[in-house]
């Protein structure tokens, strides 16, 4: 009940196309939904993120959507560019107990936009 | 600011052997977390420290795993003894606060088990 299901796996786009990744829950206690976005040995790095009384949130050339009734999200990066090639991890974290908050990872996309 | 420190950056082991990993979190982050990224997986939470004391270790396999945090500062993680599946990336984050606030993550430690 507390996974978070990503897909796909792995993404190939062309450069300055949209990029779609996938996500979706089952434990309707997560409240917070950040995405991080994670290069070759280096660590994850928040991206974007999301709280479910919105259903859309756009920073720049990424944007979340999110379903509350579907419980699913989904991450759209427009105009994909090179230099987006990395792997992508939707999180969802809930209130676990005093000073707790528990973040689950997806098992990631690795995007790759070629030129 | 400056980053999530840690060290090693990468580090191999026989089995059975012990390890030790160091973090140093961003100054003034309260909350640090340890969390183990195997390959092709996401990041998967050991241990999450609140200043100097445990808030969340369920998920720790403490028959190997220690962790702790003196003076609610940098911290270690140590894994005695080591199993071939102990092989990860095993990767420090902080944060400001708990709960929404964002983690900031190190480079992490690979671990490679033989």
């Known amino acids: 009940q507390q996974q978070v299901k990503q897909s796909p796996q792995s993404l190939i786009v062309q450069k300055g196309g949209i990029s779609i990744i996938n996500c979706a829950y089952e434990n309707t206690a997560f409240d917070y939904f950040p995405w991080y976005q994670q290069f070759p040995g280096k660590g994850p790095a928040l991206l974007i993120a999301?709280?479910?009384?919105?259903s859309e949130k756009k920073e720049g050339r990424f944007t979340i959507s999110f379903n509350k009734s579907a419980k699913q999200f989904s991450l759209h990066i427009m105009d994909s560019q090179p230099g987006d090639s990395a792997t992508y991890f939707c999180a969802a974290s809930f209130f676990k107990r005093a000073g707790s908050y528990q973040l689950t990872f997806g098992k990631g996309t690795k995007l790759s936009v070629i030129p | 600011e400056a980053g999530v420190a840690q060290s090693p950056r990468y580090k191999i082991i026989e089995k059975r052997q012990s390890v030790a990993f160091w973090c140093n979190p961003i100054?003034?982050?309260?909350?640090l977390y340890w969390y183990q990224q195997i390959l092709g997986q996401g990041p998967k939470l050991l241990i999450q420290f609140q200043n100097n004391g445990v808030v969340d270790d369920s998920q720790l396999p403490k028959d190997r795993f220690s962790a702790e945090r003196l003076k609610g500062v940098d911290s270690t993680l140590k894994i005695q003894p080591a199993k071939l599946e102990d092989s990860a990336v095993y990767l420090c984050?902080?944060?400001?606060?708990?709960?929404?606030?964002?983690?900031?993550f190190g480079n992490g430690t690979r671990l490679t088990v033989t």
């Open positions: 984050a902080s944060s400001l606060v708990t709960g929404s606030s964002p983690l900031h």
């Open positions: 999301i709280r479910p009384d919105v």
């Open positions: 100054s003034g982050h309260a909350t």
